[in-house]
């Protein structure tokens, strides 16, 4: 069913059983690469934390976890080119292995200017697990970029985490904007 946030309509595009089976594989997939290592999992908040959350359960090998906000995006249906670190990384990740844990990659600024800041300080290895990824809005290449979800194309989505004007992330199901009403 289609719903209304404040100007804006969307309608149904991911249910949750299906990014519940998703994370099922991402966990298997975890499981085996990080099988003999105690990784650090690193949630990009806000719009990860429903992510990180579901994930973490299929996880079942010794893992840390910590959260980090970048500020990158102001209420509206576009990415902000200012980047501001609103909570830093509080630990050590020296030497570890680090997975950061992302709710959507759209040009990849955010992605790029956390990395950076993440190898400042010399972690053995880094990847990404990001739910959506938009490929033909991705500005840099990731090697890093390991672990997706959902390839999707450049839509607006909501739900699970991400927001309109901050509502909508208690939303079990992903929707996307209907139509062309990306604001320009
Ligand atoms: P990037 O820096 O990759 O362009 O954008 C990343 C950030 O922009 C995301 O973490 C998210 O906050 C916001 N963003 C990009 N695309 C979407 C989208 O389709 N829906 C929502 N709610 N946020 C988005």
């Given at each position: ?7 804006k309509t969307?309608e149904?595009f991911i ?8 994370l099922?594989?991402m ?6 690469d990080?099988?003999?290592k105690v ?9 990860a934390?429903m992510?990180?959350?579901?994930l973490?359960?299929?996880v079942?090998i010794?893992?840390e ?11 509206d249906?576009?990415?902000s080119g200012?980047?501001i ?6 630990i ?6 680090v ?6 990659v759209?040009?990849?600024r955010t992605l790029?200017?956390l990395?950076e800041k993440?190898?400042q ?6 990847k ?12 840099y290449?990731f ?10 194309a450049n839509?607006?989505?909501?739900g699970?985490g991400?927001?309109?004007?901050g ?7 992903i929707y996307?904007?209907?139509?062309q009403?990306?604001p320009g």
């Open positions: 069913m289609k719903m209304t946030i404040d100007d969307f149904p249910e949750f059983n299906m990014i519940e089976k998703r099922r594989l966990g298997i997939q975890l499981n085996l990080y099988e003999d990784p650090i999992f690193i949630c990009v908040l806000n719009g934390f992510f990180m959350a579901d973490m359960k299929e079942h010794g893992c976890t910590t959260f980090v906000k970048v500020a990158s995006y102001h209420g249906t576009k990415s200012n980047l670190e609103q909570l830093p990384l509080l050590d990740i020296k030497g570890r292995d997975i950061v844990v992302e709710d959507i759209d040009t990849g790029k200017f990395l993440i190898y300080k010399e972690p053995a290895s880094v990404v697990a990001t739910l959506l990824l938009k490929p033909d809005a991705l500005e290449q090697d890093e970029i390991s672990f997706v979800g959902f390839e999707i839509d607006f989505v909501v699970y991400l927001d309109y004007k509502l909508g992330r208690n939303m079990a199901d996307r904007l209907v139509g009403q990306l």
